[in-house]
């Protein structure tokens, strides 16, 4: 059983450096280089048991880091030399099996001088603390958790997006907690499958994370399972935080929106001043000819109010083609600096006194230190006018109608008009700007109140969008660029 003394083996052993035993499943020595007393023994110690030779005891240590090796078939280590210190080898042991097959024919006991134990030590120390630091830094959230979902890594960037902080996250918390319910067995059998980046594997997958405040964060994900002999151990994950991207993809797209209209409105523009130069002469002379009948010719009263509804009707196409050549900027603009509270204040004064307004409460909430903007200010009123002649419609004369201004970040102002009206149907919201649409009965409304106010609002390098309240109607938001001169002195 025992290899015979001259064997490959004992040499081997012989020649170590380090304190070496090869001792049987009995733990008797069959080799080793060093005993008692820091002599070699070499094979004056074979036979005798590893204890007695490195603790002089008679019976195996308690515990027995050779029984140990056998007992798990794994390489163990012992920190401090077992017994009262009496130990040949000053050191730590390190014992590992020597398989023949499936089973373990010999073991091996090796000490380890403390010095050079602690200096790996101070390695695995040191390069942990760099493998934590480079988790820290990344700039994707990383996440690891074990086979039962415990997160046994969590980062900075990962507290950002999830909304715990690292403490909270490592004090047993699950997996699970940092998506909507559900979401981590989704990902899991994803993972499993080989269908999102490769077995084991999820590559770029939009999910929503969920923060510790019960807020969405949607996320795109890479995350992998983590085998250890074949078996899983871990999951990890990076979490790439999607809100500034698809915030500013929703920016590019209302820019495409904006642009499109601006394209629809430049071509209906052309369009119309043509038709309302077309119009206008033939209209001057229906409305001159028309007011001649009535100042010279005595004409029998009914006849008179005739001649007064043609006279009535033409103003109107008139004022139509005014609105259209104002459409199409065929009219002058006049810029000059202007106060936005003044223009919304001015409208609700000359509104107010109409009995379209008598049930309708007014709340102001205009910001006093409002910079001006430069406007053309007749088309400014005009715009007003529209959106609270809208808002008065939808409310059918009665609620509350709310007007707010205020300063978006230096530089720019806003005013919202809001209604607690009819609100508007959510297909509508992308056709209320263009030219002719209206949903009211043919003669109440032409459909270019709206789309009048985008070409102002355009010209003066500003946005108008509309968006229905939560609870009921209708907001609509314009933002205009400040007068540099006016902003600067507020700001400056
Ligand atoms: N505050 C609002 N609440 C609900 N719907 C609105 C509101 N403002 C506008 N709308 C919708 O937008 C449509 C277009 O408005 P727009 O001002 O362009 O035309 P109009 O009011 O119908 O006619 P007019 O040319 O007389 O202004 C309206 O018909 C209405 O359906
Ligand atoms: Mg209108």
């Given at each position: 059983m025992y290899p015979d003394k001259r064997d490959g083996t004992i040499r081997a052993v012989e020649e170590q450096k380090r304190n070496l035993m090869l001792v049987s499943?009995?733990?008797?020595?069959?080799?080793?280089?060093y005993g008692p007393g820091r002599r070699p023994m070499g094979v004056q110690?074979?036979?005798?048991?590893c204890h007695e030779i490195?603790?002089?005891?008679n019976s195996p240590c308690h515990p027995c880091l050779a029984q140990e090796v056998l007992k798990t078939g794994k390489p163990a280590v012992r920190e401090k030399p077992d017994g009262?210190?009496?130990?040949?080898?000053e050191a730590c042991h390190y014992a590992y099996p020597l398989y023949s097959g499936k089973e373990i024919t010999f073991l091996v006991l090796l000490d380890y001088d403390v010095s050079s134990f602690e200096a790996m030590e101070e390695n695995l120390k040191r390069s942990n603390a760099f493998l934590i630091n480079l988790i820290h830094s990344a700039v994707d959230g990383v996440i690891a958790a074990d086979?039962?979902?415990?997160?046994v890594i969590f980062n900075s960037a990962a507290s950002e997006i999830c909304g715990f902080s690292e403490e909270e996250a490592l004090s047993?918390?699950?997996?699970?907690?940092?998506?909507?319910?559900g979401v981590a067995e989704k990902i899991m059998k994803k993972m499993r499958g080989?269908?999102?980046?490769?077995?084991?594997k999820v590559k770029n997958l939009k999910v929503d994370g969920m923060n510790r405040d019960g807020s969405r964060v949607p996320i795109a994900l890479d995350a992998a399972i983590v085998c250890d002999e074949g078996k899983e151990v871990a999951t990890i994950g990076f979490f790439r935080d999607m809100r500034e991207t698809l915030r500013m993809e929703e920016e590019l797209k209302g820019t495409q929106v904006q642009l499109l209209q601006a394209e629809k409105m430049a071509s209906l523009g052309k369009l119309a001043a043509g038709v309302a130069h077309q119009i206008n002469n033939p209209l001057g002379g229906i409305l001159l000819f028309a007011r001649l009948l009535l100042e010279e010719y005595d004409l029998p009263k009914e006849a008179r109010d005739d001649v007064k509804r043609i006279l009535r009707d033409a103003a109107r196409c008139r004022d139509t083609v005014g609105e259209l050549l104002a459409f199409a900027r065929q009219t002058r603009s006049e810029m000059a600096p202007f106060d936005i509270n003044q223009a919304i204040t001015r409208t609700l004064f000359l509104l107010e006194s109409q009995t379209l307004f008598h049930n309708i409460e007014i709340r102001s909430q205009l910001d006093l230190d409002l910079p001006q903007v430069m406007a053309d200010i007749q088309q400014m009123n005009h715009l007003f006018m529209n959106i609270i002649l809208n808002a008065a419609d939808a409310m059918d004369n009665e609620g509350v109608l709310t007007v707010a201004t205020g300063t978006v970040r230096p530089g720019r102002v806003f005013a919202e008009i809001s209604d607690t009206g009819s609100g508007i149907p959510e297909p509508l919201l992308k056709k209320i700007?263009?030219?002719?649409?209206?949903?009211?009965?043919a003669g109440e409304g032409t459909g270019l109140g709206l789309s009048l106010a985008y070409g102002i609002i355009e010209s003066h390098g500003g946005t108008i969008a509309a968006r229905n309240n939560p609870e009921k109607g209708a907001t609509f938001r314009v933002e205009i660029p400040a007068n540099p001169q006016t902003s600067e002195a507020d700001h400056g």
């Open positions: 499943r009995d733990l008797k020595v069959i080799a080793t280089n110690c074979m036979g005798r048991s490195l603790y002089c005891k009262d210190g009496s130990s040949a080898w086979i039962r979902g415990r997160i047993g918390m699950n997996i699970r907690k940092v998506y909507p319910r080989d269908g999102w980046g490769g077995k084991g700007f263009d030219p002719f649409f209206t949903t009211k009965e």
